[in-house]
């Protein structure tokens, strides 16, 4: 999957934004939602290194699905969301769906 510049959700267009290392609260990151600002960025690299195209698209959704969780009011913990995309990523990609025409 190549990884889009924007995606849009809710209504809203939401940017994608790579950044070398993503730090929250001093802790190394991949991914990081920016709601109010209509921003997710990913990491491309790590302590340990680059970070992996397959783990940079489940970060994406991950993601995409605190964004969405976000401009829908839904009540979603970190470890729901983690949960989710890491299911919604293996299905999506072990039966190698795509919902484009």
């Given at each position: 999957?190549?990884?889009?510049?924007?995606?849009k959700i809710a209504g809203h267009n939401i940017r994608i934004r790579h950044r070398k290392i993503l730090k929250l609260?001093?802790?190394?990151?991949?991914?990081?939602?920016?709601?109010?600002?209509?921003?997710?960025?990913?990491?491309?690299?790590?302590?340990?290194?680059?970070?992996?195209?397959?783990?940079?698209?489940?970060?994406?959704?991950?993601?995409?699905?605190?964004?969405?969780?976000?401009?829908?009011?839904?009540?979603?913990?970190?470890?729901?969301?983690?949960?989710?995309?890491?299911?919604?990523?293996?299905?999506?990609?072990?039966?190698?769906?795509?919902?484009?025409?």
């Amino acid at each position: 999957m190549k990884i889009p510049k924007r995606v849009k959700i809710a209504g809203h267009n939401i940017r994608i934004r790579h950044r070398k290392i993503l730090k929250l609260h001093g802790d190394e990151c991949y991914g990081l939602t920016w709601n109010a600002a209509n921003l997710i960025e990913l990491a491309e690299k790590t302590k340990q290194g680059r970070v992996p195209k397959s783990r940079k698209e489940e970060t994406l959704l991950h993601e995409i699905i605190h964004t969405i969780a976000d401009k829908y009011g839904l009540d979603m913990g970190e470890k729901i969301v983690k949960r989710l995309a890491g299911a919604l990523y293996q299905t999506l990609r072990d039966n190698k769906l795509d919902f484009s025409d």
